[in-house]
């Protein structure tokens, strides 16, 4: 034992903030009663994915005894072709929450700090956490980042700033000019992090996924994703557009085999399928005003959304709570999330799904209230 340890532990223990972390709870994915609900409550690709990608996925059974290309050169080539972008600066994750993690350990000690906003997604605050970050939360007036806001929170000792664009689980979004302001104020040692897992859904036309921004700065990733349009969640593959110095400090800690061989193989083959991402895009796009006008016909409050989901919120009145309509969905077969945990207690996130899926949510939330009158 050396003396330079103040005090000897008697057990292996977590070094400071890891038991302050809370753990990450997924959407649930089970009714009783059903064999197979209507999951509407993790934002997946209620198409599926791809056949070409499972017929790919099924090929690269065939290599289980290999080690993947550690490069995922293949993927790199496709995507660097696709987006137009540098290959030698995409980054990949096991999901792009890896990403998240390996960007906060890469860029923050004790005494750092980063930046998202108050109701943004839960894996960046653990990402910073884990690295001993301060985790700083930025007004969201409306729920949606608000630049002025988001900037009182920035100081000489922020690493990232993480903006969801457009967001989860609000689904709002930011404009290009708005970015394009948060940037350019922002210190040349801070990064700014564009998380686009649901541009793909995106059609409102101020918005932008930022990669032009990106393309000539040196302090913005792009990050994106194959869970969600392209159906692929189960694989868990995500990727990174940063600058070439950020993309070389982030490969020297990834873990070199973090996407495997089948999600190498089937993300390929969906990122060639284009009829599908136009399917997906379209049922979203389509289904989505249908389905904000249908519940705010209802009295709900909804939020404007540019994801492949929608935030609901509900009357803080006994018997008509959002906690309540989360059962009393749930007993009828459909599976829709609750957003205490992001500070939004009187909030659903609603994914789209399919006509009958809408129609479903539409139905069931109608009764619901119906019921809650009868009271
Ligand atoms: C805003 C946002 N970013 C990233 C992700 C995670 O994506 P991945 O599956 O690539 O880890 C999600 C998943 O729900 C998300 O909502």
């Known amino acids: 034992m050396t003396d330079t340890l103040d005090k000897p532990l008697d057990r292996p223990t977590p070094k400071a903030g890891i038991l302050d972390i809370s753990p990450y709870v997924g959407g649930k994915a089970k009714a009783a009663g059903y064999a197979e609900p209507i999951k509407l409550s993790s934002n997946e690709n209620i198409l599926g994915c791809s056949s070409k990608a499972i017929a790919a996925y099924a090929a690269a059974a065939e290599q289980l005894n290999l080690y993947p290309d550690g490069q995922a050169n293949r993927l790199r080539a496709a995507i660097s072709e696709k987006f137009a972008l540098e290959p030698e600066r995409l980054v990949f994750g096991c999901g792009s929450d890896e990403l998240f993690a390996l960007i906060c350990q890469v860029y923050c000690e004790p005494g750092d700090n980063i930046v998202q906003g108050q109701y943004g997604f839960l894996a960046y605050r653990i990402a910073g956490r884990a690295a001993q970050a301060e985790v700083r939360f930025a007004d969201e007036p409306d729920l949606r980042i608000n630049v002025d806001k988001v900037l009182d929170q920035v100081d000489a000792r922020t690493k990232v700033v993480f903006i969801a664009n457009p967001s989860n689980p609000t689904g709002t979004w930011n404009t290009r000019d708005e970015i ?31 990669i032009d921004l990106a393309r000539a700065m040196d302090n913005i990733i792009i990050t994106r994703t194959f869970s969600k349009a392209y159906g692929l969640a189960a694989l868990r593959v995500g990727w990174g557009y940063a600058p070439l110095a950020v993309a070389d400090a982030i490969e020297r800690i990834r873990p070199p085999f973090n996407v495997n061989i089948p999600a190498q193989a089937a993300a390929l083959a969906a990122l060639a399928d284009d009829d599908f991402i136009e399917q997906s895009r379209a049922l979203v796009q389509t289904w989505r005003p249908w389905l904000a006008q249908q519940l705010g016909g209802l009295g709900l409050e909804i939020t404007a959304s540019q994801g492949n989901f929608l935030l609901v919120q509900f009357p803080d009145k006994p018997g008509r709570t959002a906690a309540e309509a989360e059962v009393f969905l749930a007993s009828r077969g459909v599976l829709v999330r609750g957003v205490a945990g992001y500070g939004l207690p009187r909030g ?6 399919r006509e009958a899926d809408n129609r479903a949510v539409a139905d069931g939330l109608a009764a619901f209230l119906a019921q809650g009158t009868q009271r």
Do not use: Q
């Open 348 to 353: 659903l996130r609603i994914t789209i799904g």
């Open 180 to 210: 394009a302001r948060l940037h350019a104020a922002l210190p040349k040692h801070t990064i700014l992090v564009l998380d686009g897992a649901y541009a793909e859904f995106a059609d409102a036309p101020d918005y932008s996924d930022g």
